[in-house]
């Protein structure tokens, strides 16, 4: 089955490049990070169309990899939507940030996999730590306790658009708290709170809860790339992607 792809490459360059407009044309190894997660989609074969929504679209080979690009300077939620409105009605998309320059197709095409037969509404990938620190020596990632493990959760998801357009406020709110494990738990309830604090939550937990948040069918996907889980967030980040990149041969 062949998806659509919205690439959210907006967000502010802040301490990573001034002189960048956006986020995802923050330059590493001479290529915007949007561009690599171009790269990538292109080589996965169940990629079908690929929209980049960003507030300045700027100019470079890269807008050639992708099917369109929307204009929009909205918050994270505005620019789904507007991306959203190009594709055909009642689809499955996948979402992903421009930041993640070290994604690859095949770390993609093994979470489509196991998210098949895409029948849920919402498919979360999460990555264990050990994942991540196995494969970016010296990462500094979020993450939450559970009673499964330790993890961090995904720069991309699989989704149905409806899930998100009927639930703005809450997803601006879980956007805001990203960041944050406990605030995450706070917008589930206290006692998803307590859980936490006592380590007793679990990945069906969660996603039961989330689901009835939702008014759908939510589900966790444990992912083995840590490329899903890897965000340049930071400058510390874009040194451990530069690193990695340059050893791949940029």
Known sequence: MEIDV???????????????????????????????V???????????????????????????????????????????????????????????????????????????????????????????????????????????????GTFTGGNVMLLNPRTILKNRELMESVFEARKSPLRLVRILGLGFVVRFALRLLTIDGLERKVSALVGGDARAVVVDHAEIGFDVDKPADMAIAARVLAEEGC
């Open 6 to 36: 919205i690439i959210l490459a907006g967000g502010k360059a802040g301490q990573l490049d001034q002189t960048a407009p956006c986020k995802g044309l923050v330059p590493i190894c001479a290529k915007p990070m949007v561009e690599y």
């Open 38 to 148: 171009a790269d990538a989609l292109r080589a996965c074969p169940e990629v079908r169309r690929i929209v980049a929504v960003m507030p300045d679209s700027g100019s470079g080979p890269w807008q050639s990899k992708v099917d369109r690009v929307v204009v929009n300077d909205g918050d994270i939620v505005d620019n789904f939507i507007a991306a959203v409105e190009t594709l055909p009605g009642d689809v499955r998309v996948l979402v992903l940030s421009a930041d993640i320059p070290l994604i690859t197709a095949e770390s993609l095409s093994e979470y489509l996999e196991k998210c098949e037969p895409f029948d849920a509404d919402l498919y979360y990938p999460i990555a264990s730590r050990a994942t991540l620190e196995q494969r970016f020596p010296g990462v500094q990632r979020t993450y939450m306790r559970i009673r499964e």
